[in-house]
């Protein structure tokens, strides 16, 4: 068969492990998966409500257009209707943008550590990555525009920043989307941002008015605890959102994401909630890096990457022993390091607790 060349040896994602099947492998009646950066709180009170009462006919298609979900964001928001697309979880907008814009002959740049699913899809596309170095674990935005060329096509953003937390503040974004070709996609993915409490970080809603080379990515898989729902949305000029929309698969969203969306967005005061409740589970993390002398990425999410002076997957390895499953650095790119999605503060303690356990064996701790 005639594959793509780019695809020959190329990895396919690779999420945490289920649950079920870390009960499972080792035997225990309770498992807490802090690997993906779920909201450990679920969603609103409001959207189990709905969902109990759900009485949409499933036989039907959804609407194509998402019409009620569009108008209830464009209003949240204070945007045109026009100014917004829908995907399927971010990483289908991930994919149209790529799509739509990287192809053989022209390049894309992003930082090294960043989100998979960028560079990913460009290689798919056969487009030249490249990866900029973090600095300090935050994006090097001077170097990322001494990258750019006549041949760059998108340039990535991902601000808070996976796997690091760490954020781009308002003035070095201004000054770095002044300074981007106008030919040039600036992708903004903001999936984190309803944590961020840095003054530093300004709302950017403004700047795609300012900029038509500009969209922003915003989820409901993680502060809203929609994940499973698989609903992202982009924020951008209408001739952009008229360009990228014709590539996107018809009825992407079901009829219960679209709705249960809406039901979510809803529910400002259960985000605010669970932000506080994240802020306090932080702080448990930051304290035990502190007291163990492990450094840690400050973070503006609801996980934190910190090392453990340790190989990644034995620690990764040996707290799914103990039922809890985690993101190893490893997998990442960032060997002796973790990633925890911040959880309830029952389960930070004990998560915490065996971690200490975990890394006195390996020698970590005297």
């Known amino acids: 068969m005639k594959w793509k060349q780019q695809i020959h040896g190329m990895k396919a994602y690779q999420p945490g492990k289920p649950m079920e099947e870390v009960k499972r492998m080792f035997g225990l009646d309770e498992v807490v998966k802090l690997a993906s950066n779920e909201n450990p709180f679920g969603s609103s009170p409001k959207v189990k409500a709905f969902l109990q009462a759900d009485a949409a006919n499933h036989a039907i298609y959804p609407d194509g257009y998402a019409q009620t979900l569009r108008t209830a964001v464009a209003n949240h928001y204070d945007v045109k209707e026009s100014e917004l697309i829908f995907g399927n979880g971010s990483d289908d907008l991930i994919a149209i943008i790529t799509r739509a814009l990287l192809y053989p002959g022209v390049n894309t740049v992003m930082a090294d550590l ?22 300090d ?36 974004l201004s000054n770095f989307l002044a300074k981007v070709p106008e030919d040039v996609l600036v992708v903004l993915d903001e999936a984190y941002i309803e944590y961020v409490n840095d003054p530093a970080y300004k709302e950017t809603i403004h700047y795609f008015r300012e900029y038509s ?53 809803s529910d400002q005061d259960y985000i605010k909630h669970c932000c506080e409740a994240n802020e306090k589970g932080k702080a448990q993390y930051v304290a035990f890096c502190e007291k163990h002398g492990l450094h840690y ?63 006195t064996e390996q020698g970590v701790f005297a």
């Open 114 to 135: 960043s989100f998979s699913q960028y560079w990913h899809n460009a290689e798919i596309e056969g487009a030249e990555v490249r990866k900029v170095p973090l600095k």
């Open 137 to 172: 674990g935050k994006h090097d935005l001077d170097n990322m525009l001494d990258a750019i060329d006549e041949n760059t096509s998108v340039v990535w953003v991902c601000n808070p920043n996976n796997p690091t937390g760490t954020i781009v503040s308002d003035e070095e």
């Open 213 to 265: 080379n500009l969209i922003l990515l915003r989820t409901f898989s993680k502060a809203y605890g929609l994940a499973s729902f698989r609903l992202g949305y982009g924020i951008a000029q209408a001739d952009v959102i008229a360009k990228l929309d014709p590539v996107r698969a018809p009825f992407n969203n079901t009829i219960l994401s679209q709705a249960v969306a809406i039901v979510g967005l």
């Open 297 to 359: 990425f400050s973070s503006q999410t609801n996980f934190v990457l910190f090392e453990v002076k340790a190989d990644s997957n034995v620690v990764f390895e040996e707290m799914m022993k103990r039922g809890f499953i985690i993101r190893s650095g490893a997998a990442l790119g960032i060997q002796g390091y973790i990633r925890v999605t911040i959880g309830t503060e029952a389960q930070n303690a004990k998560f915490l607790t065996l971690l200490e356990e975990v890394l």
